[in-house]
């Protein structure tokens, strides 16, 4: 047998480093050289957020979809429940920094919008930048598209590679 691997992010914490196990500070993980390679090229005029757009041949309630997103997202994975700090590394939110209602809004579509109406408003959607003051991702409900919904979900390239956004989409989807 060969020797052990080390993992590739390392992790801790203030009560580690203190010796304490009831008073958990805040866990901090290190950032992989992809995700601040996106933090340190990005510009405003090459924005690191790659956009997955989903849609619904039935209405989509923002109640639901904010229930997934907490189920899907935030439950399974510690980058969507955390913020950047400098270039390095990732900074835990506590549950009760974290609201899934900030990372969701909602876009109203013009009255039988078309599919050019839905491209130029994604077009918009996907050029501002991300609030750096929580984490990286949003969720867009353009909510009455047909006759179902379209969400857009946003994240930071230093939050998601390409195969993790294919994980983004089967966590999201039903399929």
């Known amino acids: 047998m060969g020797p052990k691997r080390k993992p590739r992010h ?3 914490s203030a009560a580690k480093d203190r010796g304490t196990a009831c008073d958990a500070g805040p866990t901090y993980t290190k950032m992989d ?3 601040r390679a ?3 090229t990005e510009s405003s005029t090459n924005r690191s957020i ?3 757009v989903l849609i619904f041949d039935t209405p989509l309630p923002l109640h639901e979809l904010q229930a997934i997103l907490e189920d ?3 439950k399974s994975n510690i980058k969507y429940r955390s913020v950047v700090e400098g270039s390095e590394s990732w900074r835990e ?3 009760s920094q974290l609201r ?3 990372h969701i809004q909602v876009h109203e579509l013009p009255e039988n919008a078309t599919y050019s109406d839905l491209s130029f408003a994604l077009g918009a959607l996907t050029s501002r930048p991300l609030p750096t003051d929580r984490p990286l991702w949003e969720a867009i409900l353009l909510p009455r598209y047909r006759t179902g919904s379209v969400v857009l979900v946003r994240q930071h390239h230093c939050l998601a590679d390409g195969a993790s956004i294919v994980l983004t989409i089967r ?3 039903d399929a």
């Open 100 to 102: 899934v209602a900030n």
């Open 10 to 12: 390392k992790r801790t």
């Open 72 to 74: 899907r997202l935030i």
């Open 38 to 40: 996106t933090l340190i």
């Open 171 to 173: 966590a999201l989807s």
């Open 93 to 95: 939110l506590p549950p």
């Open 50 to 52: 790659p956009g997955i």
């Open 33 to 35: 050289f992809m995700g």
